[in-house]
């Protein structure tokens, strides 16, 4: 069971496809996540499928392919958008 915690299993609950999440890469660029897909892969440990777009000075906006990242992962570099 501790290996479950120290692995982050289980702590998908808080997010959902749809949901925006961001990281800010200074004044002027924003990186936005959006959440497509929660799935476990061979092992069991959930992985978040999302897309990512980076918005510079709130005038170019350029989408990237899709990312896959474990949940921990991907929860210690985005926060949810307000």
């Known amino acids: ?11 998908t609950a808080d997010l959902k496809p749809g ?4 990281r800010n890469h200074g004044p002027a660029l924003i990186e936005t ?3 497509l897909e929660l799935r476990n892969d061979q092992a069991g440990i959930p ?3 999302f897309s990512v777009r980076f918005q510079h000075d709130a005038k170019e906006t ?3 392919a899709l990312r896959l990242l ?3 992962a991907f929860q210690s570099c985005y926060r949810r958008m307000a």
């Open 47 to 49: 992985h978040v499928r």
């Open 33 to 35: 996540a959006t959440v």
């Open 62 to 64: 350029v989408e990237t």
């Open 19 to 22: 949901e925006n999440y961001c």
């Open 1 to 11: 069971m501790f290996l479950n915690k120290a692995l982050g299993r289980g702590k």
């Open 70 to 72: 474990s949940v921990p």
